[in-house]
């Protein structure tokens, strides 16, 4: 059974950074998508970074040179680097993972089968 579980949310100031992790247990695919997605209040959800097996990586173009995504896979966790974050930047991330079936590599939620809990970036001004 595979399990998703966020930390390293928080409250900053604009232009300060936090670095989210996303440990996966369980999830054992050999080609995978996982990626990183947020969801403010009132706002659907959606894609911010996003990473395959190959290491190829994609961004939003609202974060593209501020955030930074990566995987360790020893520890077989996901990360993502936000710097220079933005009041816009605040909202639930979210760790997503799919089942190796992806053909490519998107930031749109419906490929993902498996999703963390979140946790909650909040930037002010």
């Known amino acids: 059974q595979v399990h998703l579980v966020e930390s390293g949310g928080g409250s900053v100031q604009a232009g300060g950074s936090l670095r989210l992790s996303c440990a996966a247990s369980?999830?054992?695919?050999?080609?995978?998508?996982m990626g990183w997605f947020r969801q403010a209040p009132g706002k659907e959800r959606e894609g911010v970074a996003a990473i395959d097996s190959d290491g190829n990586t994609r961004y939003a173009d609202s974060v593209k040179g501020r955030f930074t995504i990566s995987k360790d896979n020893a520890k077989n966790t996901l990360y993502l680097q936000m710097n220079s974050l933005k009041p816009e930047d605040t909202a639930m991330y979210y760790c997503?993972?799919?089942?190796?079936?992806?053909?490519?590599?998107?930031?749109?939620?419906?490929?993902?089968?498996?999703w963390g809990q979140g946790t909650q970036v909040t930037v002010s001004s």
């Open positions: 369980g999830y054992t695919y050999s080609r995978y998508c």
């Open positions: 997503a993972a799919d089942s190796g079936l992806m053909p490519a590599i998107s930031l749109e939620p419906h490929p993902y089968n498996y």
